[in-house]
């Protein structure tokens, strides 16, 4: 039978309520803690082994567990980039949502 593999980076607003929600439909999944180069922000990368067959389940709670969503940030994040920003006012930016890798796995044992 063949597996994939699957990388999911998730925001950590997201990771609690993903995990819950997977674990309910039977997949486990590894958490490595990650961080964001754009907002500098806490991500979650999540790492599963599943079975071709359950690989849209997968994406569909991936789905519903992280949407996108909009929220206002402070210029502060760029001073830490080296820029200097020429405004004071808070930036609406999109943050949730999920990068999601499907990788091919030649192999696959649980021991």
């Given at each position: ?12 607003d ?15 999944a ?74 091919d ?7």
């Amino acid at each position: 039978m063949a597996h994939k593999l699957i990388l999911a980076i998730v925001n950590d607003d997201d990771r609690v309520r993903l995990t819950e929600a997977l674990l309910r439909e039977g997949f486990r999944a590894t958490k490595l803690s990650s961080t964001g180069s754009f907002l500098r922000a806490g991500n979650s990368t999540l790492i599963l082994g599943v079975k071709d067959i359950d690989v849209p389940k997968v994406m569909g709670i991936l789905e519903e567990q992280c949407k996108s969503r909009q929220e206002l940030v402070s210029e502060l994040w760029l001073a830490e980039l080296g820029l200097e920003p020429d405004y004071h006012q808070p930036l609406s930016v999109n943050v949730g949502g999920a990068t999601v890798f499907v990788i091919d796995v030649e192999q696959f044992k649980k021991f």
